[in-house]
Structures are given as structure tokens and as C-alpha cells.
């Protein structure tokens, strides 16, 4: 069973055990060492943010999550909303969403790239939203993410074609792609 943030967590309520409201959940943590989410963030005052664990969940109904109300000092990861960059260091766009699974282990990443134009009457301008496996990350840094493009990699490979072309003693070039790292 694969578990998705806006489907399931965003802007579902949070409240104590004694069924007092404290807000609703606005992102997810992720603990970086054992590509883990870890749970959310809930809003609780103007410009102050908590948060809770999965083993702080008392009972979960349809759009509420009942927790046990205590301080931790440990940090961890915001992942939503994070730049993310390709290999190259160039801006991709931001995550968008995140599948996590039953163990709440990272799946896939959604990168949310912009938008597009497209000759299409009916959708001139249509978001482009990215899925990529948790396989083609490459590292956590403090502002963005760093993933492994395949787009970039495909391009690259194209301009090693036409440089082929032009020099006739390159022997065949070797494009080792693993497309198993993308959905």
C-alpha cells in the first residue's frame, strides 16, 4: 500500500488526546539516515511550528489525527517544498508531493517543474509535474535536493551522437543508462 502526502496527510486535523483542536498538518519531516518520513508538521501559533512522530498517534479517524502532546529536541529533514537540482546543478523545480509506503519509507519523489506551452487549443499552458524514485536522489543538501536527470543524461547522450558524426575515430560511444531508477 502506497501512502501520498496530499491524499492523505495535508490538512488533516491534529488534536490531543483530550479531543482538543491544535491545528492541521502542513508538511512532512524526513529523517535523512534511514530515507524515512518521520511524520508532520503542525501549525500551533502564528509562526510557530511543532511537530509529532508516527509514535505519537493515539488513534487516526477519517481526517483527524489524535496525538500524545510532548517535546522533542531531535532534528530532522523538511523535505516538502525543498528545490530540487540535477547533477549539473541546475534548478529542476520544488517537490510537489511524496509517496511513502506501509514502513513510511520514501518511494517517489513529485517535482513540480512549472509549466509547459503546448500547441493544444484546450491546454496552452499545462503543469508538468515529475515522478522520480528515491533511487535517482543523490543527495540531501540544507536548501534543495540533488537527483540524477534522466533528461539531462538522454541530451547528453544525443550531443556524444553528433560528435561521433563529425570525428570518424571515436569508436562506438557506451551509454550505460539505468532507467530502473525512474518510474
Keep these: ?29 524526513f529523517y ?4 524515512k518520513v518521520v511524520w508532520c508538521i503542525y501549525k500551533k501559533w502564528f509562526l510557530q ?7 505519537d498517534v493515539l488513534s487516526q479517524e477519517k481526517n483527524t489525527f489524535f496525538i500524545l502532546e510532548k517535546d522533542s529536541s531531535q532534528e530532522f529533514y523538511e ?6 537540482k540535477n547533477q549539473d546543478w541546475k534548478y529542476i523545480g520544488y517537490i510537489y508531493d511524496l509517496d511513502i509506503n506501509v514502513v513510511h519509507k520514501l518511494l517517489h519523489i513529485y517535482i513540480d517543474t512549472w509549466y509547459d506551452f503546448s500547441l493544444d487549443r484546450k491546454n496552452l499552458i499545462k503543469r508538468k509535474i ?9 543527495a540531501y543538501e540544507k536548501d534543495f535536493i540533488i537527483i540524477e536527470d534522466k533528461q539531462t543524461i538522454k541530451e547528453n547522450k544525443k550531443t556524444l551522437e553528433n560528435i561521433r ?19
Design 49 to 55: 511550528y511543532r511537530y509529532f512522530l508516527f509514535d
Design 79 to 84: 523535505i516538502c517544498w525543498k528545490w530540487v
Design 165 to 183: 558524426k563529425v570525428f570518424i575515430n571515436i569508436p562506438e560511444p557506451n551509454y550505460n543508462l539505468n532507467f530502473k531508477k525512474y518510474e
Design 32 to 35: 535523512i539516515d534511514y530515507q
Design 1 to 29: 500500500m502506497v501512502l501520498n502526502f496530499l491524499r492523505d496527510f495535508q490538512a488533516k486535523k491534529v488534536q490531543t488526546e483530550k479531543k482538543e483542536d491544535i491545528w492541521i498538518i502542513l508538511w512532512l519531516l
Design 130 to 138: 515529475i515522478k522520480i524514485s528515491v533511487k535517482a536522489i543523490l
